[in-house]
């Protein structure tokens, strides 16, 4: 609902419009509360606008296409990546300044991270495991490549995944090929684990 109101912040919007590309419940679901909201206009109370604005809107109806273009693809943008991330992120997956710890568990991290979120890239190495952890806050995932399982089940790209205080999870990605992922997460984690407890003092 936050979605098809554009209060969501750039991180878990741009999430978001990410998983809405496969999605089609809950592409449907937008388009309700977009219908919803069409329709409240006609009980809202009218306001007074500048001449300028009222001709930006006036424009963007009649030119709806101009406004789009600025959603226009990175040019060497990798196709395996979400059409509404492709301009943010600059080069194909495996050509992006990832960092990390170990070969097995790397980070990206995206521009748009504001004050209250972090967004990023995950890349779990083919049948490795991220270090147990808990969580502060909310971490909202998507998965974009490869698969991974925890506790709770089995994920594939598109899948979406919340985490919060009450998870304590090792996501493990499938033997066959690296899992990447998008995360947005409103607090750091907190490992739990051995290295857990030697890794808290970097990533806080
Ligand atoms: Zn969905």
Known sequence: MQFAAGQLTNALGIQTA???????????????????????LDFSAPVAVSDSIKQRILDRIHNPDATQQTDAPHINADPRIPRPLQRFVPDYYEHLPWQGFSKSIQSYDLPFSDDRYAARFYNIAAG????????????????????????????????????????????RAHDKEDCICFAVMDAPLKLTGFFGRLLNPFIN
């Open 18 to 40: 990410c998983h809405l590309e496969h999605c089609v419940e809950c592409q449907r679901k937008v388009a309700m509360y977009e219908r919803l909201g069409g329709e409240l």
């Open 128 to 171: 490795k495991d991220r270090p147990q952890h808990t969580h502060k806050g909310n971490e909202y995932t998507l998965v974009m490549s490869g698969s991974f399982s925890d506790l709770s089940g089995d994920y594939h790209p598109g899948d979406f995944v919340l985490a919060d205080t009450s998870t304590h999870h090792q996501p």
